[in-house]
């Protein structure tokens, strides 16, 4: 038995590392399925070399029977990813605007109506996707504690900071999060000494920004990757990160300068509740 035990476990710890490979090349496979996809628009499809989101995902831990809630969704272009590869056996979750709640500006109330219908239209895409309320600081409710396993967030960061409500939102992700859930940030990023006026709403953050404010929170910041890093971004534009596309804010003005830019430099990170 002495003799025996050791190679046991070496071909246990072998048969566990070889399991994991392929748990790993499953779900790059049905990322790189979702990504690609012809449900996805060509435009939306043309995004991936900015966002890769296979790379993006992975690096969060992204498994297929996870509840993963995805705040603010937008126009859907991560859902369109995140929904084929757990609607089978996890559970997605958008956190969308509050269309109860008076007093929002006029876009959210449109944005929120036209996610609604598309989910509810496109269930064979996206699963029963299942829609929760973010409106800030008024209307906050996530879900019950410690029920979702992992919270991501796009390029959002910078309006909560701006409206003074990153606090209160970051709190509640960690209150939904279960003990060592994850909490996957992508946000524009910029260098402290880019910021020359506080004040100035260009859309960009330093990364100790989102340390210092997720670690208040609780958190704990596990991993940070360069996967959506854009060295071609100077961060100083005139309509600050809407001036690179997809936005494009100046329309014609430099045009081809901005395309030739691309999308901006973003810090991705990757944060844990403890357990």
């Given at each position: 038995?002495?003799c025996t035990a050791p190679l046991l476990r070496g071909l246990t710890a072998l048969a566990l590392l070889a399991l994991s490979t392929v748990a790993l090349s499953d779900i790059t496979t049905a990322l790189e399925d979702a990504?690609?996809?012809?449900?996805?628009?060509?435009?939306?499809?043309?995004?991936?070399?900015?966002?890769?989101?296979?790379?993006?995902?992975?690096?969060?831990?992204?498994?297929?029977?996870?509840?993963?809630?995805?705040?603010?969704?937008?126009?859907?272009?991560?859902?369109?990813?995140?929904?084929?590869?757990?609607?089978?056996?996890?559970?997605?979750?958008?956190?969308?605007?509050?269309?109860?709640?008076?007093?929002?500006?006029?876009?959210?109330?449109?944005?929120?109506?036209?996610?609604?219908?598309?989910?509810?239209?496109?269930?064979?895409?996206?699963?029963?996707?299942?829609?929760?309320?973010?409106?800030?600081?008024?209307?906050?409710?996530?879900?019950?504690?410690?029920?979702?396993?992992?919270?991501?967030?796009?390029?959002?960061?910078?309006?909560?900071?701006?409206?003074?409500?990153?606090?209160?939102?970051?709190?509640?992700?960690?209150?939904?999060?279960?003990?060592?859930?994850?909490?996957?940030?992508?946000?524009?990023?910029?260098?402290?000494?880019?910021?020359?006026?506080?004040?100035?709403?260009?859309?960009?953050?330093?990364?100790?920004?989102?340390?210092?404010?997720?670690?208040?929170?609780?958190?704990?910041?596990?991993?940070?990757?360069?996967?959506?890093?854009?060295?071609?971004?100077?961060?100083?534009?005139?309509?600050?990160?809407?001036?690179?596309?997809?936005?494009?804010?100046?329309?014609?003005?430099?045009?081809?300068?901005?395309?030739?830019?691309?999308?901006?430099?973003?810090?991705?990170?990757?944060?844990?509740?403890?357990?």
């Open positions: 038995m002495s990504a690609t996809s012809t449900q996805r628009s060509e435009a939306n499809r043309a995004r991936n070399v900015y966002r890769h989101p296979v790379e993006t995902l992975t690096f969060f831990g992204l498994k297929p029977d996870m509840t993963v809630l995805e705040i603010h969704p937008g126009n859907l272009w991560y859902t369109e990813v995140l929904g084929p590869v757990l609607k089978a056996d996890g559970q997605l979750i958008v956190a969308g605007y509050d269309s109860a709640l008076p007093g929002q500006p006029a876009y959210t109330y449109k944005l929120q109506e036209a996610m609604e219908q598309r989910l509810a239209d496109d269930t064979a895409l996206f699963g029963d996707v299942s829609v929760v309320k973010l409106s800030p600081p008024d209307s906050i409710a996530l879900g019950e504690p410690g029920s979702v396993d992992m919270v991501l967030t796009f390029r959002s960061l910078h309006g909560w900071t701006q409206a003074g409500v990153t606090d209160q939102i970051l709190r509640a992700f960690f209150t939904v999060l279960k003990p060592g859930g994850t909490l996957g940030v992508v946000q524009h990023r910029t260098v402290p000494e880019a910021i020359a006026d506080p004040a100035a709403f260009t859309g960009y953050l330093t990364e100790q920004q989102v340390v210092d404010a997720a670690t208040a929170a609780g958190f704990v910041l596990e991993a940070k990757s360069e996967i959506n890093a854009n060295p071609r971004d100077i961060r100083q534009h005139p309509a600050g990160v809407w001036t690179l596309p997809p936005t494009l804010r100046l329309g014609e003005v430099d045009r081809d300068k901005y395309l030739a830019i691309g999308e901006s430099d973003r810090m991705t990170l990757r944060f844990r509740k403890p357990e």
